[in-house]
């Protein structure tokens, strides 16, 4: 019998729900408008359904102690599939997980990892499915694979109104999570990109970047304790503000993508809603200019929440500018100080490197007014954080992002040598296409350069030639001092240039972690290290 989700069936081809699937027609309109921008025809693929799917049998019967939350219908497993995209537009879901597990509780999820390590049975731990880095890809070798899907842990358990903090269970999606906080006036405001489609418990383990663009940046500053079972049983750090106790037990398990147990819930920092704030939309005549202006920015320690630039091809696509001028979104909030005086100091920093907004386009508010709704910023913000569905995927065109972060004087070499490898190996692979690049967040040291690409999709494209594209930027990035990633984490897709960043000695050390916690290796194998 298939699972009966209390949400919304997701799409098993594009990131999205199967309600917001594009119709025929705003494909062939999406199709046009990318046909007239690369001056090449494309080609629209057809679109997999998954009751007609012909999915490999499932290799593994699960005992009748778990079956009652053990599912192996076509749609469990293609909807866990998270391959590759070029293949299942197409229908084709070469390895799906044998098994699709939904634990309603603790003991069912102790149980049904306990079989999986005595069995050896490889274990996907799968939050939102939003990984674009193979990071909850079933992998190619075990025999038997079974993902478990922690959508049912997603309630906030408690409030602490005192410490400010709340325990939350790691399976809750972003919009369900605020909706339990807002009653009481709180907020988590951690906002990645894929907020819509992504949960608690898979921010942190691959120590998602969020909401602030400066100072809190990551998951890692609102993880107060964290518990997680791994099959040598829990794993619950105490519940700290900070300490000076030898490593810190959370940091183990933020960032640890699944290799070392399943985050089934976390204490986290919270904090009063936003009733102050104050944005601004600052425009440029130069790239140069614009991100000098975000450097001094930043360096200012003024800790501005949103300082977002946009290049200008970016500009234009999502804030609707010339093509010309670079963008520069800033933007300040607080649940107790007016934001008037510290945008104004932000204000006269960009305008003294050239940067245009008259006075009455700062807008300001103190009574938990919307700000940053309207013009270039309004339209910005609508596309920042997409919808549960995206059209661009069944149009015809091969997208995709790499992101990255390189100190300061690096950074207009580095940009550079990315934009030209990423072009040349456009126009090899796909016969055209547009790179342009945005800053998610912006630090003291350096910014965090955002790439999105589009191509021309062409027929008889594979993972292959999209590896080809992959291999080509990241050999740039790791060549030109970058990291692999900034927050779209390892996965199995970085493993060859996150190999090439970290120490041997720390991978060492991460082995033996792994092999005290998972002695059969059965978590997440491949990601990160090898066990």
């Not at 202006?293 to 360096?299: D, G, I, K």
């Not at 126009?427 to 350096?446: L, M």
């Not at 041997?504 to 059965?522: E, H, I, M, Q, Y």
């Amino acid at each position: 019998m298939p699972f009966q989700s209390t949400r919304p069936r997701r799409s098993i081809w594009m990131y999205g729900l199967e309600a917001d699937e594009p119709t025929e027609s705003q494909r062939q309109e999406q199709a046009a408008e990318f046909s007239k921008r690369i001056g090449a025809d494309v080609e629209l693929p057809p679109i997999p359904v998954a009751e007609e799917l012909d999915l490999r049998k499932p290799r593994i019967t699960p005992p009748s102690s778990i079956e009652a939350f053990c599912f192996t219908d076509n749609y469990e497993r293609a909807v866990h599939h998270k391959g590759d995209r070029l293949e299942e537009i197409r229908g084709v879901f070469r390895n799906p997980p044998d098994i699709v597990a939904h634990p309603r509780n603790e003991q069912e999820l102790e149980a049904v990892l306990t079989w999986c390590s005595d069995n050896g049975h490889a274990v996907i731990p799968y939050g939102g499915g939003s990984s674009v880095v193979d990071g909850v890809t079933p992998p190619e070798g075990p025999d038997g694979i079974v993902t478990i899907d922690m959508d049912q842990f997603h309630r906030v358990l408690e409030i602490d109104e005192t410490s400010r903090a709340a325990r939350i269970e790691g399976g809750v999606y972003g919009p369900h999570l605020e909706d339990q906080l807002r009653p009481r006036g709180y907020t988590l405001r951690h906002f990645p990109q894929s907020f819509t489609m992504s949960t608690l418990g898979g921010w942190i383990a691959t120590r998602s970047g969020g909401h602030y663009a400066t100072n809190h940046t990551h998951i890692d500053e609102f993880v107060e304790s964290v518990r997680m079972l791994t099959p040598r049983g829990w794993y619950e750090s105490r519940r700290l503000p900070g300490g000076g106790a030898g490593p810190d037990p959370n940091r183990i398990v933020v960032g640890s993508e699944g290799i070392l147990g399943i985050i089934t819930e976390a204490w986290m920092r919270i904090q009063k809603r936003p009733t102050f704030r104050a944005t601004a939309g600052v425009t440029f005549d130069s790239y140069e200019q614009a991100y000098t202006a975000t450097r001094e920015v930043a360096q200012a320690k003024l800790w501005p929440a949103n300082l977002r630039l946009l290049d200008p091809l970016l500009a234009r696509d999502s804030a609707g500018l010339d093509g010309k001028k670079s963008l520069l979104v800033v933007g300040f909030e607080s649940a107790e100080v007016p934001q008037t005086e510290i945008m104004m100091q932000a204000i006269e920093i960009v305008r003294n490197n050239g940067g245009h907004i008259p006075d009455d386009e700062i807008q300001i508010s103190g009574e938990g007014k919307p700000t940053g709704r309207g013009g270039a910023v309004g339209a910005w913000r609508d596309a920042f954080i997409p919808g549960l569905g995206t059209v661009s995927t069944g149009v015809g065109m091969v997208t995709g992002t790499f992101e990255t972060s390189i100190t300061w004087d690096r950074w207009p070499a580095f940009d550079a040598a990315m934009r030209e490898t990423a072009q040349r190996a456009l126009n090899e692979i796909c016969g055209g296409g547009t790179v342009n690049c945005r800053f998610t967040h912006v630090y003291t040291d350096g910014p965090a350069p955002y790439y999105t690409f589009a191509g021309r999709y062409k027929p008889g494209l594979t993972q292959k030639d999209w590896m080809a594209f992959k291999s080509a930027v990241s050999d740039a990035i790791i060549r030109e001092g970058g990291t692999i990633t900034h927050h779209h984490a390892v996965g199995r897709q970085h493993r060859p240039w996150y190999d090439q960043e970290r120490p041997d000695l720390f991978a060492d050390a991460l082995r033996a972690a792994k092999k005290s916690l998972d002695p059969n290796g059965v978590l997440n194998p491949g990601v990160l290290i090898d066990p």
